[in-house]
């Protein structure tokens, strides 16, 4: 399998990702996340940021209690973070959605024992209340593995 190249960004333009909305909705909606709350003891706790070009990532450690096969990150594992990734992606844009579909390309094994990048972005809100977003795992600046999903925006209650 063959690295890939990371991806220039093209969030849609009919919305905008602010660092406010993502950090009040995650507050409210996921601080006992397995991913990204605060408030899970055993979680991950992965912070994400609104970068200027309308994404969201978090850096985090590839941990060796994280591995499947020996020195590599487990695909279960990679595929939570990328969702989570979506997930706040969503937030930054003032949606609270669940995931409808999630497909991941595994372009090459993910290394425990270095830090990885995961980011997300919003491709198309134009079908509300349907999402689709793309993500991407980044480890030496590479692309390791990315992600395209659709979110539907969760109804209250």
Excluded at 86 to 114: C, D, K, Q, S, W
């Amino acid at each position: 399998m063959a690295v890939g190249k990371i991806s220039s960004v093209s969030v849609d333009s009919s919305v905008v990702p602010t660092q406010a909305s993502l950090d009040r909705i995650h507050a409210q909606e996921h601080g006992m996340c397995v991913i990204t709350g605060p408030h899970n003891p055993t979680g991950l706790k992965l912070k994400f940021k609104v970068l200027p070009d309308g994404s969201v990532a978090a850096v985090f450690p590839c941990s060796s209690a994280l591995q499947s096969y020996a020195n590599v990150l487990h695909g279960g594992v990679i595929s939570a973070i990328l969702d989570s990734a979506m997930v706040n992606a969503l937030f930054a844009i003032g949606i609270v959605a669940v995931t409808a579909t999630l497909e991941l390309r595994y372009l090459a094994p993910t290394v425990t024992g270095r830090f990885a990048m995961a980011r997300a972005w919003t491709e198309s809100a134009a079908a509300h209340p349907l999402y689709v977003q793309r993500a991407e795992l980044i480890q030496d600046d590479k692309v390791m593995v990315e992600a395209r999903a659709k979110f539907i925006v969760r109804e209250s209650g």
